[in-house]
């Protein structure tokens, strides 16, 4: 094999959005990689919402996050991106969003003042869009209901006990930004999520050409399969009704391996979730191997102060170790 083939590092596209797909980066950002992050701009709540309506800009805090994992910057820079504001108008808004929002009026387009903020925090890798169109999550249920409005459908949900059907985005498949259909097809590993299944993950799938450049890539495909179900979204829901949904929503084969934890959470940290409808997701590998998913085990949890999250050094390695042994073009 030719020196000149691993003259460059590996290029890993992660798609998603929320605090599963910033945990993940703040991993990955620390291995020899190249790394473009994918994210979802379908939020109307929180801060992001009231800067989506009163400035008309694509809801920040999500890029935000990302790039915020990315950072390469002094602590207490840290901590200013993180700040929220605890009265007045500015109320439960961070920093961190009406930075990019200054940026984004200074700059004249989402796309622009998300580059410039990358630049500005010198962050390892590229955060980008994965549209500049202004969409609305939208969703049916299986009794017939349609809302529209991320924080409407989980609301909705929440008070229901009925299952979300299927999702799509008003204006239906809006363009991608180039770049994301560019980083895709130079992929060598493509991740999908952590993160909510049907508003962190999701909505990218539904943007013009991003599920269609996933499902041609060579690139080894790898879904990071969420620790608990989520009120409001996916209660009951076990590890192939995950993988279900986005084949419903992204075409079959659209990945075909998947990342599950395999460290025992303990038992005194479920009574909490469980009151919320929330349990460890179940792994059964026969059916995931029936939709044409491998699954891969490794111990990426980490439980501190009641909250179950992904740990995100050994999440990192954890897929890592999966794309160098299996990767049909890995690059060491």
């Known amino acids: 094999m030719s020196k000149g083939k691993h003259s460059r590092r590996a290029r890993v596209v992660a798609i998603g959005g929320g605090t599963g797909l910033s945990t993940m980066l703040r991993g990955l ?19 992001s919402g009231v800067l989506r309506q009163e400035l008309g800009m694509l809801p920040p805090g999500d890029v935000r996050n990302c790039i915020q994992a990315l950072a390469n910057t002094e602590p207490t820079l840290e901590a200013l991106l993180g700040y929220r504001f605890t009265e007045g108008s500015l109320k439960g808004q961070s920093f961190g969003n009406l930075f990019l929002a200054a940026l984004n009026g200074m700059c004249g387009s ?12 010198a962050i390892t890798g590229l955060v980008l869009p994965v549209t500049t169109a202004d969409v609305q999550l939208c969703a049916s ?31 239906l498949r809006p363009a991608a930004l180039p770049g994301c259909l560019e980083a895709i ?8 999520g952590p993160g909510s299944l049907y508003t962190s993950v999701m909505p990218n799938l ?7 450049a996933i499902r041609r890539s060579r690139a080894l495909r790898l879904y990071v399969m969420n620790l608990m179900t989520q009120d409001g979204e996916t209660e009951g829901y076990s590890a192939a009704d995950h993988v279900r949904a986005l084949f ?19 038992a005194e940290m479920l009574p909490s979730y469980a009151a919320e ?19 891969h085990r490794a111990p990426v949890a980490r439980w501190e102060r009641g909250l179950i999250r992904h740990d995100s050094d ?19």
């Not at 609301?155 to 985005?169: A, E, H, M, Q």
């Not at 539904?206 to 269609?212: A, F, H």
């Open 29 to 47: 950002k620390r291995q020899n990689i190249d790394i473009t992050a994918i994210v979802t701009v379908a939020d109307n709540g929180g801060g």
């Open 277 to 295: 409808g929330a349990h460890p997701i179940v792994t059964d590998p026969d059916a995931l191997a029936e939709m044409g998913v491998r699954v």
């Open 314 to 332: 050994a999440l990192a390695r954890a897929v890592m170790e999966v794309y160098h042994s299996l990767s049909p073009t890995r690059i060491y």
């Open 185 to 192: 097809e130079e992929a060598d590993l493509i991740l999908l």
């Open 141 to 171: 249920f299986t009794d017939g209901a349609v809302i529209s409005g991320e924080c409407e459908i989980a609301d909705y949900k929440k008070g229901s006990d009925s299952r979300i059907n299927r999702v799509w985005l008003s204006p």
């Open 248 to 266: 419903d929503h992204g075409g079959e084969g659209l990945f075909d391996h998947c990342l599950v934890n395999d460290l025992p959470i303990p």
């Open 110 to 121: 989402f796309e622009t003042a998300v580059a410039r903020m990358g630049e500005v925090l």
């Open 206 to 212: 539904l943007v013009e050409g991003i599920s269609e």
